[in-house]
């Protein structure tokens, strides 16, 4: 009997002359443990004078985690915060009841050009945490654990595998990895969590004689032991965690309750007609623009 459940193939999405490719939500796959929204950025490459431009926009019900291998990313949002972000950092947004950010390229990097490449991804927070305070944490790459095996180099990014745990404040059980394996190496994959996932970067990987390349995220059935080797210097994301249930997801909103998602809708129309001055929503320090609420 296979040890794969499905197999996941990422959908093009051009925003804006920056190309993702869109895994997480799959027709057939929404989420796999509490992550609902996996997307990797690029790679990429920004000539001098171009770059991101993400305009403030508002969150509720979710977690975002950005974590980069190239170029870097200036988090700004309505509690304050202004952090940039640059490869094997994390930035963790918990959005909670309702949160505004903007995601852009800083001057610098925008005078001189950059390579990007990462992956954004969400994590849908239990119920009894969807209406918990706003909050952001950073974490250098140097506060992360490094898991070490024969071969394999493995950095927790969040939650907790092969007995280390990651300083990243969680809301329900999850591991997420970033993985380096040699060529020939075995990718172990933690065992205790009924979902899970490997999604391959670069390189190829052989799960029980079958090759699998690049740019496909590989679900495992509950339970499964796959054996996983990199046939080649290969590089990807463990993860996964406890099922968190059905939750609807519209626009950049994520709920169990459609009817919290149309009050958020409701929300930010009312908060850009009043110009965000004693509103629901706020935008960040001096930013003005903002991305309007969109008509379907």
């Given at each position: 009997m296979s040890t794969i459940h499905l197999i996941i193939e990422p959908r093009t999405r051009d925003l804006g002359g920056f190309t993702v490719g869109r895994v997480l939500p799959y027709a057939k796959r929404r989420t796999v443990g509490p992550f609902i929204f996996f997307d990797e950025m690029g790679p990429a490459e920004f000539a001098p004078?171009?770059?991101?431009d993400v305009r403030p926009h508002p969150h509720i019900g979710l977690a975002t985690v950005t974590y980069l291998f190239s170029g870097e990313i200036r988090h700004r949002d309505n509690l304050g915060f202004d952090q940039v972000i640059r490869p094997g950092d994390v930035n963790w947004m918990t959005a909670g009841r309702g949160i505004v950010h903007s995601e852009r390229t800083d001057d610098q990097a925008r005078k001189n050009g950059q390579k990007m490449h990462g992956i954004q991804?969400?994590?849908a927070l239990p119920e009894d945490a969807e209406e918990t305070d706003a909050s952001f944490h950073h974490h250098p790459k140097a506060s992360l654990p490094v898991i070490e095996r024969d071969g394999v180099s493995m950095r927790l990014i969040a939650g907790s595998a092969f007995g280390r745990t990651s300083p990243v404040k969680t809301y329900s059980p999850i591991f997420y990895l970033g993985v380096e394996a040699s060529a020939g190496a075995d990718i172990p994959l933690p065992d205790e969590y009924d979902e899970r996932a490997l999604y391959i970067l670069s390189g190829v990987a052989d799960i029980d004689g079958e090759r699998h390349d690049r740019a496909r995220m590989v679900v495992f059935n509950e339970?499964?032991?796959?054996?996983i080797k990199a046939i080649e210097d290969t590089q990807a994301m463990l993860l996964g965690?406890?099922?968190m249930g059905k939750?609807?997801?519209w626009w950049n909103l994520v709920s169990s309750s459609e009817a919290r998602i149309e009050k958020a809708k409701a929300d930010w129309a009312a908060s850009a007609d009043a110009g965000f001055k004693d509103s629901v929503f706020s935008l960040p320090p001096d930013e003005v623009e903002f991305i309007p609420l969109p008509s379907d």
């Open positions: 004078g171009t770059g991101i991804s969400w994590v339970g499964a032991k796959p054996h965690g406890a099922a939750r609807h997801i």
